[in-house]
């Protein structure tokens, strides 16, 4: 039972004018301000990149949880409550807490007349909810770009950490790498470490602006492959083979990239064994991130970029070559679908064209225009939610792919 008090949170963080973005850290910086600036009074691990953010943050948080720190994970988006996004060792801030403190901070913020966003207000309040709680780290993940995302607000991390860079959200980041790499380097600080991999494909730009800060650039150097045996995902280095719960030959770089924060950590006094780390990758969970169902023959994934989907795809056929797919799939009109359908579904697959509730949903006939050998797969219309849970089928896999939002709109539990 979804109480009163969160809806009514939810209603203002939803409303025309606080759903939106507008990249500036002006009003951020206002509010933190006037609230003490709890924000660098607790330790920081802040995390931007293209894809991979989700992933990297959640293990980081698993390891450190599991190593005894009170931990503090700030994640975007949500799949079914505003909730999810705030967590501390695992558990969603509840509904009242969260209530309290978006109402609070919207206030504090009207009285000072500052407009914030639904991100700037959310961002505030789990700052302020981390500090308030004492947690031991706080890892931050970027909600879009980096430079003047409101996350970036905090002064000194302890560590920033750039995942893998491609396109996506070019209308606001930049239309080139480089452009794209600038801004995700706007979360570095003046001798505060960074880590990225070697083969970022932003490196030279990312190494220039750590190099004008000041900052150790670490690179993640650490070989790790993926072996599936059995049903059974494992990590494989440092000829150790653990279990691996998040799936996906992209998980190589994000592991590497975990690893050697751990090191860094510990460098900075973090005592992390290598049993809770082993016991970590194992336990972390992070759904809609090709999530299997075995017992539904189900993928769920959030893949919304070009970058992502042929990720998906190439996961797709090391877990399950030959395997017929159906696929459900909708996007919001600021991705590049034109190109993802095209990578995503080839002849004698099935395809449900999705339109959800999100203002920006692409209406399904635009989305069919764009099919290649459209001809060969069987196309039609997905518009009734209700009947998802009626639609799978043990001879093929199904994956639904496309939207967080829309992934949140057909498995909404409330």
Not at 130 to 137: E, P, Q, R, S, T
Not at 224 to 244: H, R, S, T
Not at 276 to 293: H, M
Not at 298 to 307: A, C, P, R, T
């Amino acid at each position: 039972m979804i109480s009163d008090n969160y809806l009514k949170s939810e209603k203002l963080l939803t409303s025309a004018g606080k759903f939106r973005i507008n990249l500036t850290l002006d009003r951020i910086a206002s509010i933190m301000n006037i609230l003490g600036n709890p924000q660098n009074k607790i330790n920081v691990i802040h995390i931007a990149g293209t894809n991979g953010k989700g992933s990297v943050c959640s293990i980081i948080a698993e390891i450190l949880k599991n190593s005894g720190y009170k931990t503090g994970l700030y994640t975007s988006p949500h799949l079914y409550s505003y909730t999810e996004r705030i967590k501390i060792n695992g558990c969603n801030i509840s509904e009242e807490d969260f209530s309290e403190y978006i109402n609070d901070i919207e206030k504090i913020a009207s009285n000072h007349k500052i407009d914030l966003t639904e991100f700037e207000i959310i961002t505030a309040a789990a700052y302020k909810y981390f500090y308030d709680n004492k947690v031991d780290a706080a890892i931050m993940e970027t909600g879009l770009g980096g430079r003047f995302d409101a996350v970036n607000i905090v002064e000194k991390p302890l560590l920033s950490i750039i995942t893998s860079i491609s396109f996506d959200h070019i209308d606001r980041l930049g239309n080139t790498i480089e452009k794209i790499a600038f801004e995700k380097a706007g979360i570095i600080k003046n001798y505060c470490p960074v880590l990225i991999n070697y083969n970022n494909s932003g490196f030279s730009i990312i190494k220039m602006q750590a190099n004008e800060k000041k900052s150790q650039l670490y690179c993640a150097d650490k070989n790790v492959d993926i072996v599936f045996e059995n049903g059974v995902n494992y990590a494989l280095f440092d000829n150790q083979k653990c279990i691996f719960s998040l799936w996906g030959l992209h998980q190589k770089q994000n592991l590497s990239l975990v690893i050697k924060a751990v090191d860094i950590l510990k460098n900075l006094g973090f005592k992390i064994s290598f049993n809770n780390f082993k016991i970590s990758l194992e336990t972390v969970f992070l759904p809609a991130r090709f999530q299997y169902f075995r017992e539904k023959n189900l993928i769920l994934d959030g893949s919304h970029n070009v970058d992502a989907a042929k990720k998906l795809r190439e996961n797709l056929d090391f877990y399950f070559p030959g395997i017929p797919r159906k696929w459900i799939y909708g996007t919001l009109s600021t991705k590049e679908y034109d190109k993802i359908v095209n990578i995503l579904f080839q002849p004698d697959d099935q395809v449900f064209l999705c339109k959800f509730k999100n203002s920006l949903s692409v209406d399904v006939n635009k989305i069919k225009e764009k099919i290649n050998h459209v001809d060969n797969i069987k196309i039609k219309n997905y518009s009734k939610t209700a009947n998802t849970l009626k639609t799978f089928s043990k001879n093929r896999l199904m994956i639904i792919t496309g939207s967080f939002y829309m992934i949140g709109e057909l498995f909404n539990p409330y």
